[in-house]
């Protein structure tokens, strides 16, 4: 039993329609975000290395940017990644109430992986910021002790972007994991350690495909955040207008090429229990939103004009909601059976609550008392019987119990005579039982 069963109830059928709409809602965020940050680290790790190794600043300025721009500060990463990746977890834990399955504690050790590599990734931005107070200093004659924490810094910079971008490498892969197990009930007692997840081949599809469709979001943002957003790179700078570009196509068309390759992959490990027309579907609407960006693309790369990055931004977020729908969708085919056990366990409970509660409308509980129980009982002293502060808190709020002996009362304790049966009716036993427990609360 994993730890969110103790947190989260059963959903019923109406729970499940809701959890499911804010699933869609939550990868709809959390996804993209993901992959923007995945990939824009990657690119501006790599840029940054290649300037220091070639010595040239358009490179450095290149990594630096790409950071600044498709990273948001700490408090909107916190509610465009961490939160939407918690409501995930969540969701799925409710789901997947009862099952025998590993999906849920794949997602929660994503979470705090996925933390981690958001703080590392931080520092790696904040880093850029102090090389570039330091290079500010240059000017001048410096002490050895800031050339000392300029190289420290510069150090301490590349380990936090490699350790930031292996973690979260990390992180996505048991997300995706998670997901992907759960969407195969067949697999659930067979998969149950993280070590057979990496000779899962529907896993490394699903794991690709993210992979390829965070390269094409990451150059589809930097097309828009450098030539759309705001106006676009400052006039003038030719040279670095051309390179952003350049790479910027290079990267998003390289993840637009090979993303069919694991549409298709992944339809081939569809089970029977999760296809249906929609899935299908929304695989098709996937393929051609790819056309229509690859030829984007291809018409940005060939031209100088810039004017198509808006439309390719909004194509890649449709195919983000295609792709998410699909996975939505194929899930819940393969869901049937565990939602029908869920809405038993949620209906049950719902019955266990009810018991709990019984109607006193008709009946004076309060008069009935003073009429039938006043000459045997007090609540906080002794008389005939025990007082009701000693012996109602062990009903444990029950008041169908303590109704039910008030009714057809039997000798419970031998220190007190039994109580005779006050020939009360059912609702007026129920009555008696309410004002007794409400009574002993307030006191």
């Known amino acids: ?19 499911t709409v804010m699933q869609i809602i939550s990868l709809l965020t959390f996804l993209p975000f993901a992959g923007i940050t995945l990939g824009a680290s990657v690119f501006s790790v790599y840029f940054k290395k290649r ?48 099952a025998k399955v590993i999906s849920v504690s794949l997602l929660t050790l994503a979470l705090i992986l996925y933390i981690v590599s958001y703080v590392f990734i931080y520092n790696y931005k904040s880093a850029f910021q102090l090389e570039a107070v330091i290079g500010a200093l240059k000017s001048g004659t410096l002490p050895g002790e800031v050339r000392e924490y300029e190289d420290k810094v510069v ?7 490699n350790w930031g971008i292996s973690i979260l490498l990390t992180a996505m892969f048991l997300f995706i994991s998670g997901m992907t197990i759960a969407s195969k009930p067949g697999v659930w007692s067979s998969v149950d350690n993280i070590l057979k997840l990496l000779v899962s081949a529907p896993i490394w599809v699903n794991f690709l ?32 207008a051309a390179a952003i570009k350049k790479y910027a196509v290079i990267t998003a068309f390289a ?13 081939l490990f569809l089970k029977p229990y999760n296809a249906s027309s929609g899935v299908y579907a929304f695989a098709g609407f996937s393929l051609l939103a790819l056309l229509l960006i690859g030829a984007m693309l291809y018409q940005i790369f060939k031209s100088s004009e810039t004017n198509l990055s808006g439309a390719v931004f909004f194509l890649i977020f449709m195919l983000f909601t295609f792709t998410i729908v699909k996975d939505q969708l194929t899930f819940k085919n393969a869901m049937k059976e565990q939602y029908l056990v869920l809405s038993s366990k949620a209906e ?20 009935i008392f003073n009429e039938k129980c006043v ?15 000693e012996t109602v808190p062990k009903y444990s709020g029950d008041l169908k119990k303590l109704a039910a002996f008030i009714y057809n009362p039997q000798k419970v304790n031998p220190d007190y005579p039994a109580m005779p049966n006050q020939g009360l009716k059912q609702k007026e036993a129920d009555a008696v039982a309410k004002y007794i427990m409400d009574k002993v609360g307030k006191k």
Not at 375 to 389: R, S, T
Request: proline share 5%; hydrophobic share 45%; charged share 15%.
């Open 1 to 19: 039993m994993n730890i969110f069963e103790q947190l989260v109830i059963p959903p019923s059928s109406e729970h499940i329609g809701l959890l």
């Open 51 to 98: 300037g220091k190794s070639t010595k040239n600043p358009l490179y450095i300025m290149m990594a630096k940017d790409v950071m600044d721009k498709l990273t948001a500060g700490k408090a909107a990463g916190f509610a465009l990644g961490v939160l939407p990746m918690i409501t995930i977890v969540l969701v799925y834990a409710q789901l997947l109430y009862g």
């Open 155 to 161: 150090y301490m910079g590349s380990r936090y972007g």
């Open 209 to 240: 495909y993210f992979l390829s469709s965070s390269a094409m979001v990451t150059g589809g943002a930097i097309l828009y955040f450098f030539f759309v957003w705001q106006g676009g790179v400052r006039p003038g700078n030719l040279e670095y």
């Open 255 to 267: 993840g637009t090429l090979i993303q069919p390759i694991f549409i298709f992959a992944g339809t």
């Open 348 to 367: 049950e409970l719902a019955k266990e609550k009810q018991g709990m509660i019984v109607q006193v409308s008709g009946a004076d509980g309060e008069k």
């Open 375 to 389: 000459a045997c009982h007090k609540f906080d002293v002794k008389l005939v019987g025990p007082p009701y502060q």
